[in-house]
Structure formats: C-alpha cells, structure tokens
C-alpha cells in the first residue's frame, strides 16, 4: 500500500492528513475514542475507505505503543 498519511506545511499547518484530503489523523483517532465503529466514520467521511480508516488507526496505535510515557515526558518538560 502507498503511503496513506502526508505532512505538508501547506495543509493544515503540517499536520498529518489522510494523503489527498484535508482530514487530520487525529480526527479519525479522537472519532475512534469517542466509540465511533469505522463503519461510522466510513458514514462520516464516505470518500475514505474502510481499509485506509483501519490501517490509519493501526498505525496511530503502534505509534502510541512506540512512544513511552519517559519519553513523551521529558519532552514536555524539557518545553517549560
């Protein structure tokens, strides 16, 4: 599969977006923890398809795995 999320300074300030539209990952994360199914977000945005709206959110989840709390932490701290 092709890369599914970009990051352009040019859309939304380079937040990472669904590749070709304007939809940030973190709407479809907040979405997924406000219990929506992804056939509720596919309703929502019916342009995007199951399959991206899973592997967008797999992805957010191993990300979240990766990165520790020590880690995420000291780089709040370190920004005070």
Known sequence: ????????????????V?????????????LAELGYS?????EEY???SKEVITAVLKLAKRVHEAVSYDKVKAVVEAKR
């Open 18 to 30: 669904i590749k070709g539209t304007r939809i940030p990952v973190e709407l479809l994360v907040e």
């Open 46 to 48: 019916p342009h995007l």
């Open 38 to 42: 992804v056939d509720q977000i596919v």
């Open 1 to 16: 599969m092709t890369a599914i999320i970009e990051v352009d300074p040019e859309i939304l300030g380079g937040k990472p």
